[in-house]
Each structure stands twice: as C-alpha cells, then as structure tokens.
C-alpha cells in the first residue's frame, strides 16, 4: 500500500474538513465493494495454492501413500487428508484464471 498527500489530490474543501476529524495522521481509505480483490488475487498465492491441492489429489490417485505426500509438500497427514476430501467433493476452481 502506498501513501499518497491527499493536498495534492483532494480539493482545498475537502481537505480542511478532514483535517477537523483527523490531523496530521495517517488514514486509510478502503477499496469500494466492487473493486476489493479476494485474498491471494493479487500476489497469485491464492492460485499456487490450488494448483498445489490438484496436484497432491492427481498423486494421491496414482497411488501415492498420504504419508509420503505430507512429506513432500511439507504438510501434516491431517492437512493432507482434508486436501483430498475437498478435492473429492469437487475442486476449487480459480475464477481469475477462468476470466483470462
């Protein structure tokens, strides 16, 4: 997130009434509704973890013990087996790359 003057982007009006709220400090303006990003959107960690989830249920299907799984990916058995209960129940699909 970047800081930007609000003197240089605001009108003189609308400056000073801020400033009788709040001067001096910082504040932060939210994103309106319709332009906030889900988390993971922006830096793609949201996609590498699905991609991740895919691949270890494609490996689990190849016969691949959880055990050796939770190993390779570095996760616990139990995260491993939730994993694989989602990915039966029917994967997540990434709705950015969909819109690409």
Known sequence: MKYTNAKSILPEELLTLIQDYIDGEYLYIPRKQENQK???????????????????????????????LAH????????IRRIIAQQKKGPIVDTESKMS
């Open 38 to 68: 889900s988390w993971g959107e922006k830096n793609g960690a949201k996609k590498g973890l699905l991609e991740r989830n895919r691949d270890i249920y494609e490996h689990y299907l190849a016969g691949i013990p959880i055990s050796e």
């Open 72 to 79: 390779l990916h570095f996760l616990s058995e139990k995260s």
